[in-house]
């Protein structure tokens, strides 16, 4: 069994190409339309005003659930998969130099959460960091950022320093241009810190690991030693939906040859089953099903899955959990 591959980000090797495709194929299709902006004060409104040595270069494109493949022909699914409304793009150009562009492109995804599963699944691992907004990073001159319901690529044609200085204010003209409400994600914070590769943590909207059932998972990768694992959690609703999910995984591994191993953790209900040669721990505590996804060793898969136990107990404030959990064993 394999986790989901991250699939490639947009920020590739073609961006010079397609900003001379695209810059001869512009046609107008749409106005943009945020959240809390009446249509009508935005009907001439480039899609973020430009700052200065930027000038806006053609019209709102604007891209529909039906007409994503379109613009991202490949790559819809990913998004579509996770809540898409609307895509709003538009090219900018330099004005010293009109052969320098800057594509941006303005994902309404519906939810924060949605906006954070595309970032999370688009991120590179070589990404750099951006101080501008909770979730932002940049590469090889393009600006990635989640903004509320938002996420916003800002796509230069060339890597340079000067143009990472503009997609930069682009960005942050964005943020300050669109009010979206401050909402955390709780669940990014229930993940323990030891051996945590912080910026793995990912939202996978449905599917994960294959299995229909699973849908808005969030997986993060932790490194023992020369191996990674992968720990995950779902919010359910109730205890018992999370209860009956671990019991259907339990199935779904046990239908590759599976075979059940007795755990050696105090956590009532665990689970843990060898595949081939790895092991999968899942438990539910609360609301919330959890798991260790392909650990080497039973010895790692039992030392994550305490160690997110613990952490959950503690988040969901459930301070006799793990003394209850003890006396059933």
């Known amino acids: 069994m394999t986790i989901e591959k991250r699939i ?131 590469i090889q001159s393009a600006v990635f950022m989640v903004h509320g319901s938002f996420y916003v690529e800002i796509l230069p044609s060339e890597s340079s320093s000067p143009m990472t200085e503009l997609a930069k204010q682009l960005a ?33 909207p449905k599917d994960a690991f294959g299995m229909s059932r699973l849908d808005n998972i969030f997986m993060a990768t932790y490194t023992f030693g020369s191996h990674q694992l992968t720990a995950y959690l779902s919010d359910r609703k109730s205890p018992a939906a999370a209860q009956q999910l671990v019991n259907d995984v339990r199935g779904y591994f046990r239908d590759f040859d599976g075979r059940d191993v007795t755990p050696a953790v105090s956590i009532k209900g665990a689970r843990l089953i060898m595949v081939m040669d790895s092991y999968e721990l899942i438990f539910s505590i609360g609301p919330y099903l959890v798991g260790v996804h392909e650990a080497s060793t039973r010895m790692q898969a039992e030392k994550l899955g305490d160690m997110m136990h613990q952490s959950l107990q503690e988040r969901l404030k459930l301070p006799g959990q793990r003394k209850a959990d003890e006396q059933t064993h």
């Open 8 to 138: 490639s980000g947009p920020c590739s090797e073609n961006w010079t190409l397609r900003a001379l495709v695209y810059r001869t194929v512009l046609t107008f299709v749409g106005i943009l339309t945020m959240a809390a902006v009446p249509v009508s004060a935005i009907e001439s409104s480039p899609l973020i005003a430009p700052p200065q040595g930027l000038a806006v270069s053609g019209p709102v494109e604007s891209y529909r659930p039906d007409s994503l493949y379109e613009k991202i022909n490949g790559q819809a699914e990913l998004y579509l998969s996770a809540g898409f409304e609307e895509l709003k793009s538009q090219w900018y150009e330099r004005v010293d130099n009109a052969g320098k562009m800057i594509e941006v492109n303005v994902y309404h995804m519906g939810s924060l959460l949605n906006a954070f599963s595309v970032y999370s699944q688009q991120k590179r691992l070589d990404a750099e960091k951006l101080n501008i907004t909770q979730f932002a990073y940049t």
């Open 172 to 204: 942050e003209r964005f943020i300050h241009t669109i009010r979206v409400e401050a909402v955390n994600i709780k669940e990014l914070e229930y993940f323990p810190a030891e051996n945590l590769n912080r910026g793995s943590i990912t939202i996978i």
